[in-house]
């Protein structure tokens, strides 16, 4: 495949979004990565979103460019094979990442036994080992009380899994801490993120932890509107939405001149002795000044307010459906060069983005082609364990290793 990655080789036992997106991600960047599967797939192998005929476009989503061994490891020997290649020898090898409880064949102790300078992520829910998932940790990280109408009394829950998303970039980014590492000292490590930990980071980090201990308040509700500036949502003539925000003194001069209410703007300045050039001011003024501006936009459509503040060089973007944005967006097409139509086995061919990193010393890797269930179990089997033909036939005929023909 090429990329900065090229023969980085990680093997994955994971679920869900975390620890696949991370090293898909890798993936992405040229590493090889090597996905050890139960026979029947893992627990999101026919997670929603599916096709027609049952495939999971969520797995096929977070497993692109990836290579997949299947294994009976409910047995001593598929749990064998499996520690096997992920201790296989390889200076860029040795690297396994999971989100799944680390115990029994995928005990660090047992691993490192196996190789000494084994790198291993281990992701979480929470430090204390207990069950989270990111709704969850997002309940308790505060945002769905902030989230919503100013008026509402109950939480709403964000349906992005933010911090999955998160946790997953973070892996992938101490993993390859961890790989510089190891080639600086010769020391492996495991590496342990706890889910919940990204999340109250992130607050921290947001100064929302500051805002409590320091002003002695806490966030409340502001609907649509962006805390501390202003933005908000305007509705259109045909019934579409336009975000726009002014969080910087020249969006605000576009925006105004934009919308034509800059003499309004201006009297409401005098009236009321504030210079709006001001974030709190702004923000202190959002509701009189959407009042300005929400009859502009209700006098065109969004063609016209595209046209219009795209001139005037104003931050803004359009509300649109997932439908609309594959159907209508031009960044969510062939047009950008970061989605290739690909044929995906089993699924057909859609729509695929490469990795949105675009490294002018390497441009980018090859659009990523999702594994089918127990693909690449002979070649995993055979290149990397030494595995003959007829060892590869035993273990097939016994159901301790399978390829794609009965998944």
């Not at 660090?108 to 992701?123: F, G, K, T, Y």
């Not at 579409?240 to 969006?251: D, E, F, N, T």
Request: charged share 20%.
């Amino acid at each position: 495949m090429g990329g900065v990655l090229q023969g980085l080789r990680i093997v994955e036992h994971g679920a869900f979004i975390a620890g696949p997106f991370a090293t898909m991600s890798l993936a992405r960047l040229g590493a090889d990565v090597i996905r050890i599967d139960p026979l029947q797939g893992g627990i999101d192998h026919t997670r929603w979103p599916v096709t027609a005929s049952g495939r999971s476009l969520y797995w096929a989503g977070f497993n692109k460019g990836k290579k997949s061994v299947r294994l009976n490891l409910k047995t001593p020997e598929g749990q064998e094979i499996a520690q096997r290649i992920a201790t296989a020898r390889g200076e860029d090898g040795g690297l396994f990442v999971s989100n799944l409880p680390a115990k029994g064949w995928m005990d660090q102790a047992a691993l490192q036994a196996l190789r000494e300078d084994l790198i291993m992520i281990s992701i979480v829910g929470s430090r204390d080992g207990s069950t989270a998932i990111d709704y969850t940790v997002n309940s308790a990280a505060g945002f769905p009380m902030v989230t919503g109408p100013a008026d509402l009394p109950t939480p709403v829950n964000h349906v992005l899994p933010a911090w999955d998303l998160l946790c997953g970039m973070s892996a992938a980014t101490a993993l390859l801490a961890a790989v510089l590492h190891r080639r600086k000292t010769g020391h492996g490590q495991l590496i342990r993120l706890a889910l919940a930990d990204i999340a109250f980071a992130a607050v921290g980090d947001l100064g929302l932890i500051g805002e409590v201990e320091i002003n002695g308040t806490g966030r409340s509700r502001y609907g649509n509107d962006v805390y501390g500036a202003f933005g908000r949502d305007f509705e259109t003539a045909d019934g579409r939405y336009a975000m726009v925000a002014a969080v910087s003194q020249g969006q605000w001069a576009a925006l105004c001149k934009a919308t034509g209410t800059e003499q309004q703007v201006a009297a409401y300045e005098r009236a009321h002795g504030v210079d709006l050039m001001s974030d709190t001011a702004r923000f202190d003024a959002r509701d009189a000044i959407a009042d300005m501006m929400a009859p502009w936009f209700r006098l065109q459509t969004l063609g016209e307010v595209s046209e219009l503040l795209d001139a005037h060089r104003v931050c803004w973007g359009r509300y649109q459906t997932f439908e609309q944005m594959v159907r209508e967006d031009p960044r969510c097409s062939s047009e950008n060069p970061l989605f290739e139509s690909i044929d995906h086995p089993g699924i057909g061919a859609m729509l695929t983005p490469r990795s949105p990193i675009d490294m002018s010393g390497t441009g980018r890797v090859e659009t990523c082609v999702t594994p089918l269930l127990g693909e690449h179990t002979d070649e995993i089997l055979s290149e990397m364990l030494g595995m003959g033909e007829a060892e590869l036939g035993r273990l097939h005929d016994r159901k301790i290793v399978a390829g794609t023909d009965a998944g």
